[in-house]
């Protein structure tokens, strides 16, 4: 992914991302909401829910609608976990620059359904998300959610 050209007399700043850690619990034990993600960056990879926010919505209705968007389900208790810096590098260079504020929620209601830009949702045991091939960032943020049960 290349940057695109900054207007003059303007500067790049990174793009805000926010997610979610949407947790629910079974019979079987808890369960962590994932998305195969559509589009880049990272297309084809298992996340947690996302996206971009947009101008005057809160981080935290951007959590709720992200994840309504992505999977049909409603979240409730959203509690701040981290704010993570993805930057992107090629031949040195900056191609890429997010802001990323995760949230730990709780499931609301629904059942998962792919939308908007992820093209799979489903509810994984915390046992089996080894199995997915998490960016290690997502794998820790994961982590420091379930750590609030």
Known sequence: MTAPPVP?????????GI???????TPGGLEVLLIRRGRPPRMGEWSIPGGRQEWGETIRE??????????????TNL??????DGIARSAGAVTGHWTLVDFRAD?????????????DAKWVPVAEL??????????????AGLALD
């Open 19 to 25: 997610g979610a850690i949407v947790v629910k619990r």
């Open 79 to 84: 509690r701040l976990l981290d704010v993570v």
């Open 107 to 119: 499931w609301g209601g629904g059942e998962p359904r792919a939308g908007d830009d992820a093209v």
């Open 62 to 75: 951007t959590a709720a609608r992200e994840v309504m968007e992505e999977t049909g389900i409603t979240v």
């Open 8 to 16: 003059s007399g303007e500067r790049q700043r990174p793009s805000i």
């Open 130 to 143: 080894a199995n997915y091939g998490l960016w290690s960032e997502t794998q820790r943020i994961i982590e």
